[in-house]
């Protein structure tokens, strides 16, 4: 079924980018609708589960607005009781302060504020794009179809996991994704750490972790690191950063109580030579991102990581004209839940400014 009148703009997802779009969208008229995924098994598997990476995590600490505190009161009364339920019952049953916000809690208060301005939400993925002429074509995963003048593609990325299930154990008691959001953490300060990958960003992250860490340990697959030149070389040099070559984890060890404890690593070339074993306060896993766009189909440029491309510098424009781009999917670098909304912001505007202009333009 295809909608008879086009939207002015359709935001697709349910991160912090889509909805900070939807929000100024909304308050500037636009009537936003936007796409926040299917709740599948297939969206389960690929990491990609509507309202984004923030619900992976526990506390998120860094997002401005939100210091150590109680927030209970504001979440109840913000966010509707059934849509509260996604939100770990601890965080509202202590009376104690908590030290910032809870990812998913974050989240929800995204929601509720874009709604609250009169975003309407549809629980499917955009499965098909049409952006060869205007207005555009989208099928969504219940086989409907929706046109738009405008669009936001906010559908961010999927973090790589090892998929152990000692990985997902500890998960946010001691495996982390991110060491900028988690490494100040004190569970890890002046305690050896752990972190896996040999590219860019898990050289970036050791680095920025022997800030906090006693000793830095990179386990690598192969024996020459993959990032660049500088960087791996910079690593090498660190007196504090060791690097275990040719070696995989093959379990995260630890306990409920103190959450990891340590890594096990078999190798990677040689199955035969024996398992070696670290102690570790944490695991942070950087094996990649993978930026969501095969629902597009190659209908946007993409850069050389993977995202998608902004064709114009300061601004969300994509290589297809009216086809506005925020958040992870267009993002290598920061990688950070504020740097997302910031920039759903922006891809609002810049959609805002797009129509205002098309509209003179006719007049
Ligand atoms: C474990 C972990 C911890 C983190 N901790 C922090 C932290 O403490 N502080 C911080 O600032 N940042 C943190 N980050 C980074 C932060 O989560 C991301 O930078 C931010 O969520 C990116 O927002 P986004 O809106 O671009 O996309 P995402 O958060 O990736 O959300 C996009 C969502 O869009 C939906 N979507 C995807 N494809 C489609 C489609 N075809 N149709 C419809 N919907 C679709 C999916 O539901 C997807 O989840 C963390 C990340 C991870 C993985």
Redesign the pocket.
């Known amino acids: 079924m295809t909608s008879k009148t086009s939207e002015k703009i359709v935001v ?7 909805w900070s779009a939807a929000i100024y969208a909304a308050r500037a008229g636009l009537k936003p609708l936007l ?3 299917a709740l599948s098994m297939e ?1 389960q598997e690929a990491g ?7 619900t ?2 526990g506390y ?4 401005p607005g939100f210091p150590r505190g109680n927030l209970r009161g504001y979440m109840q009364s913000a966010v509707s009781s059934d849509r509260l339920l996604v939100v770990p019952d601890e965080v509202f049953e202590r009376d104690e302060i908590q030290p910032g916000v809870y ?1 998913s809690a974050l989240m929800e208060l995204m929601r509720a504020q874009a709604e609250d301005f009169g975003t309407r939400v549809v629980s499917e ?3 098909e794009v049409d952006f060869a002429t205007r207005p555009f074509v989208l099928r969504d995963s219940n086989g409907d179809e929706t046109v738009a003048e405008t669009v936001v593609v ?4 999927s ?1 790589r996991w090892l998929g152990l299930p000692s990985e997902e154990r500890f998960k946010n008691n001691g495996v ?3 060491a900028v ?2 490494g100040a953490l004190p569970r890890f300060q002046n305690r050896p750490i752990v972190v896996v990958g040999g590219g860019d960003s898990a050289v970036e992250e050791a680095l920025y972790l022997t800030n906090f860490a006693s000793k830095v340990m990179i386990v690598h697959r192969r024996d020459e690191l993959r990032a660049s030149k500088i960087l791996a070389e910079r690593a090498l040099r660190d007196p504090q950063i060791e690097i275990l070559w040719n070696r995989r984890v093959e379990e995260i060890l630890g306990d409920d109580e103190n959450g990891v404890t340590g890594v096990r690593l078999a190798s990677a070339s040689t199955p035969a030579e024996p398992t070696i074993e670290r102690e570790a306060s944490g695991v942070f896993v950087a094996i990649g991102r993978r930026p ?1 766009v095969e ?1 597009l189909n190659g209908a946007l440029e993409l850069d050389e990581n993977g995202c998608i491309k902004r064709t114009v510098p300061f601004a969300t424009n994509t290589s297809v004209p009216a086809v506005f781009v ?4 267009a993002d290598s670098r920061y ?6 909304a910031g920039s ?1 912001a922006c891809a609002a505007l810049d959609a805002e400014r797009f129509l205002l202009e098309q509209a003179s333009d006719y007049s």
């Open positions: 697709i997802g349910s991160g912090p980018a889509g796409f926040e995924g969206n990609r589960l509507p309202m984004g990476q923030l992976t995590t998120v600490e860094n997002y990812g993925d955009v499965v906010a559908t961010g990325a973090a982390s994704g991110c959001c988690d969501n629902f925020a958040g992870d999917v990688r950070q839940g504020i740097i997302a759903g």
